[in-house]
């Protein structure tokens, strides 16, 4: 597309570079690690406790018990960080979206699919990001 000025109106951005450097996803990254750590923690708890059961009917309904729990916990902390990751990375669109739109450019194209051209404005919405 060509702009009023005759000059094409394209921009490139860089996510992935945008998603590196946001103090959100590392917040983000950092908290899911944590929680990681604390059903891992639990797991442990739970493998002993099996462990220490004598009885093996008591024992095996424990190891059913704490399955079922693991995975409940494992799918609720894996929604968790979707959803988390999914409100950050609509951020970083409306964002691209408000900057395109106040700079005029006409579109913004990912940066590892262009091969050449486009006005590079990764920088400008990292910081905008952060």
């Known amino acids: 597309m060509k702009s009023q000025s005759g000059t094409n109106n394209i921009a490139?951005?860089?996510?992935?570079?945008?998603v590196n450097s946001s103090a959100q996803v590392k917040a983000l990254k950092e908290e899911q690690a944590t929680k990681v750590k604390e059903l891992n923690s639990w797991l442990q708890n739970a493998q002993n406790e099996v462990n220490a059961e004598q009885d093996k009917e008591k024992q095996q309904a424990l190891l059913q018990k704490y399955n079922a729990e693991f995975a409940l916990k494992r799918r609720d902390v894996a929604l968790q960080y979707q959803q988390e990751l999914k409100t950050v990375s609509d951020n970083i669109s409306q964002t691209v979206a408000k900057e395109a739109e106040k700079k005029g450019y006409s579109m913004v194209i990912a940066k590892n699919i262009v091969v050449y051209g486009g006005i590079d404005i990764t920088e400008d919405i990292a910081k905008i990001v952060k």
């Open 12 to 18: 490139v951005v860089d996510v992935q570079a945008i």
